[in-house]
């Protein structure tokens, strides 16, 4: 399965990148997405991009502050993170979803997931 890293406490403002190693999976086309969770709130999907190519897309509470962007010749997949806020505390999680049918930006149901990372914004 995926496995995310690169999580930690950082203040408000600051920045962190994640970094997933999906290196384990051969398709040659999956989507990639990364989640999170925080305390007492739903599952969320963060961005998601496919495998190799150039669609990249956000939710609207991140757009414009993260940047997800990925090698694909090592399998590795980022998301950049600045200007945090309390607001991103949460579990930042990694999910892989081979031979997707559907468009990356679209799917919300992924068959891998990572353990998840801990992202902790301080005020």
């Known amino acids: 399965r995926p496995m995310e890293s690169g999580g930690g406490p950082v203040e408000t403002g600051g920045s962190l990148r994640l970094s997933c190693d999906f290196s384990?999976?051969?398709?040659?086309?999956?989507?990639l997405a990364w989640f999170r969770e925080a305390p007492g709130k739903q599952h969320e999907w963060v961005a998601a991009?496919?495998?190799?190519?150039?669609?990249?897309s956000y939710s609207d509470s991140v757009k414009g502050r993260f940047t997800l962007s990925q090698d694909s010749a090592r399998k590795q997949l980022y998301l950049q993170m600045n200007s945090l806020t309390p607001d991103d505390t949460a579990v930042y999680y990694c999910?892989?979803?081979?031979?997707?049918?559907?468009?990356?930006?679209?799917?919300?149901?992924?068959?891998?997931w990572g353990p998840g990372t801990q992202v902790t914004v301080s005020s």
């Open positions: 999910a892989v979803e081979p031979d997707s049918f559907f468009s990356c930006a679209l799917i919300r149901q992924y068959e891998d």
């Open positions: 384990e999976y051969s398709y040659a086309k999956m989507c």
């Open positions: 991009t496919d495998f190799g190519g150039p669609e990249v």
